[in-house]
């Protein structure tokens, strides 16, 4: 069994404050600062550019990847760290595309996070008037899975309600029709037990920074099936990509597998920050995991709708419908989570009237999520919300 007490120690969180918002941005863990200052003085500030060799810091990005793919359900060898989740989305989808040239429609849903809706529009405005990105409702997806489809392209847990698309469902939907699929696992990885090669999936990326807690802007992953890697071409030919970069040679040449989806060179502070995060990881079970996240949010559902009628869950209320977070609508969410963090609970906003909380056993109590719940619904009950500082909209929500 998961020993939750020993990972909660792991962290540096603050005191007094219960953080319901590791599914936005992680909290610090212990060891990431003593890992990072070593990286610094030891190996770049002593070692200079021989760091490359002495410090293994080329080799970082697969090493890495392999531990964050351990997490996914990946083979070795099928993940590599680098660049954006965005970067990885539009590398992700325009390789798909490839793979499919008589395809010409992209099709996600509405409840995708909108970045990726975005890379995804640009991608098909680069490529020309017939291709196309295609959005409906998440509940219809599959049934709008036809022959016209080249990719298919899914948030796994849907950023606003939680709600979990099923993955080996939809996959085996897609490839039944002749289309291939790119998972965005940001709010999967690290949250839920993920099989990325059980569900037979094409591609997948994901970012770090969240449950993986790598620190703000830490590097994303991509994975790409291994019965794809060699075929795959990566649309943005980077440099490392190259079957030798340091060959310097002007034509391009795809490195092996999935180290042709390297494009520019690793941020080496942010992946050492990331692979002492990862070492949280190394005595828990994901079975565990998901069954204490679900009764942690369970709890939290049943006291916030037992003192706070005002609130309406926006999340599916079948826990295995839900990824690890819970969400709340109304129409003054963005005040009520100024509020709540005002009084030491932080969870986030999303527009128009999300208050979103998420669910992370690692650091996470029962005694957490009561005591949130309790503030939440004195908050409500005595409309501190309804003060003008927490009406003043801030750059991040």
Not at 29 to 48: C, K, S, Y
Not at 99 to 125: E, H, K, Q, W
Request: aromatic fraction near 8%; charge should be negative.
């Amino acid at each position: 069994m998961t020993d939750f007490n020993a990972t909660r120690a792991m962290f540096t969180l603050p005191e007094g404050v219960i953080y319901l918002d590791g599914n936005s941005l992680g909290p610090l863990p212990r060891a990431v600062p003593a890992r990072v200052e070593q990286t610094i003085r030891a190996e770049w500030g002593e070692m200079l550019i021989t760091g490359w060799n002495k410090a293994g810091w080329m080799d970082l990005p697969a090493r890495v990847g392999d531990r964050v793919g351990r997490l996914i359900g990946a083979a070795p060898g099928a993940v590599v760290m680098g660049d954006t989740l965005s970067i990885k989305v539009y590398q992700a989808l325009a390789s798909a595309l490839e793979l499919r040239p008589d395809r010409r429609v992209i099709l996600s849903d509405t409840g995708n996070f909108p970045s990726d809706l975005y890379m995804a529009d640009g991608l098909c405005r680069t490529l020309g008037p017939d291709y196309q990105l295609r959005t409906v409702s998440p509940k219809a997806v599959e049934d709008a899975i036809d022959d016209s489809v080249a990719v298919l392209m899914i948030t796994e847990v849907d950023y606003r309600t939680g709600r979990k698309h099923d993955m080996a469902r939809l996959i085996a939907r897609a490839h039944q029709a002749g289309a291939l699929v790119v998972w965005d696992l940001a709010h999967s990885a690290g949250a839920i037990p993920v099989d990325v090669s059980g569900a037979d999936t094409d591609f997948a990326v994901g970012c770090s920074y969240k449950y993986l807690n790598s620190g703000p802007g830490g590097p994303a992953f991509i994975y790409v099936a291994p019965r794809l890697a060699d075929k795959v071409r990566p649309a943005l030919s980077g440099w490392l990509g190259h079957e030798a970069p340091f060959a310097f040679d002007l034509d391009y040449r795809p490195g092996a597998g999935i180290d042709r989806m390297r494009v520019g060179t690793p941020s080496i502070l942010q992946l050492a920050a990331l692979d002492a995060a990862l070492d949280v990881w190394d005595d828990v079970d994901m079975g565990d995991l998901r069954a204490r996240s679900l009764e942690l949010q369970d709890s939290f559902i049943a006291h916030v709708e037992a003192g706070c009628p005002d609130l309406a869950l926006a999340s599916p209320r079948e826990g295995a419908q839900r990824g690890s977070q819970v969400s709340f609508r109304h129409k003054h969410g963005y005040a009520i989570i100024q509020a709540l963090i005002a009084d030491g609970v932080i969870g986030d906003f999303r527009a128009p009237d999300i208050l979103r909380f998420g669910f992370t056993p690692l650091y996470l109590s029962q005694e957490d999520v009561a005591l949130a719940a309790e503030k939440l619904c004195a908050i409500m009950a005595e409309r501190r919300w309804d003060r003008p500082e927490f009406h003043h909209r801030a750059k991040v929500t």
